[in-house]
């Protein structure tokens, strides 16, 4: 267990729609990753949140936005939502915004759209 | 462009067997590596890291990685797997440039160990 809990785990939406995902970080962790999983690839960085703010965006579209709460959970947002956005979205959270330190991961959101 | 390579991408070993798992990333400077190990119905797990200092390093369950940095690789080994191994491995690079707060992941091996 890490400590980091994401839900939900499974949903069907369909195309055009939008999503919410949720995660909640580990306890002492200010720093909240999001990492989309496509079947058969290794995750891929969608940003990072830090103290609330965005400090950190892969190579994804606008139509995927986050926040993160004074408590430090968060949210990723999904808008318009397309067949390719089928994927395993992991949650990962850590102490600290710097790139050293391991990474704490949540069991992911299956999201499949049809 | 930098990039995490794993080419092995499912390996089928018989207990007892020994493992290495090649993972190689394409940048000329200073960078941070990983292996995580995501086993089935589990969240991804740090297996090991490398941030500086003596190249080969230890990780839990056995697991130990090479830091070749003239080979820009980071192989992963374990001398004798056992069952309880079958999981899907991924080497992760921090990258300074760029959004330096991300991992960069391969794209896995599937390890499966028969009994």
């Known amino acids: 267990e890490t400590g980091v809990t994401q839900s939900p785990t499974h949903l069907i939406k369909t195309r055009g729609q939008q999503v919410t995902l949720r995660c909640s970080s580990q306890?002492?962790?200010?720093?909240v990753s999001w990492y989309q999983q496509a079947l058969g690839q290794g995750p891929q960085f969608i940003f990072q949140?830090?103290?609330?703010?965005?400090?950190g965006r892969g190579n994804f579209p606008p139509r995927f936005s986050g926040l993160q709460f004074p408590n430090y959970s968060s949210e990723l947002n999904v808008n318009a939502l397309e067949l390719d956005d089928s994927a395993l979205y992991l949650c990962?959270?850590?102490?600290?915004?710097?790139?050293?330190?391991?990474?704490?991961f949540g069991e992911g959101s299956r999201l499949t759209v049809l | 462009a930098q990039s995490v390579s794993q080419h092995n991408h499912h390996v089928i070993l018989s207990e007892a067997a020994s493992l290495e798992l090649g993972c190689n990333y394409s940048?000329?400077?200073?960078?941070?590596l990983f292996w995580y190990v995501q086993y089935p119905g589990q969240h991804l797990q740090l297996l090991l890291k490398?941030?500086?200092?003596?190249?080969l390093v230890k990780g839990i369950k056995g697991f130990e990685a090479e830091f070749i940095k003239s080979k820009f690789s980071f192989n992963l080994r374990k001398p004798s797997v056992q069952w309880s191994d079958t999981a899907e491995y991924f080497c992760?690079?921090?990258?300074?440039?760029?959004?330096?707060?991300?991992?960069?992941f391969g794209s896995g091996t599937q390890l499966t160990v028969l009994p």
């Open positions: 990962a959270s850590r102490s600290g915004h710097r790139n050293t330190g391991e990474l704490f």
């Open positions: 992760a690079v921090n990258f300074p440039s760029g959004s330096a707060r991300q991992l960069t």
């Open positions: 306890s002492g962790h200010n720093t």
């Open positions: 949140y830090y103290r609330e703010e965005e400090n």
């Open positions: 490398y941030f500086s200092g003596d190249p």
């Open positions: 940048y000329g400077g200073t960078v941070n």
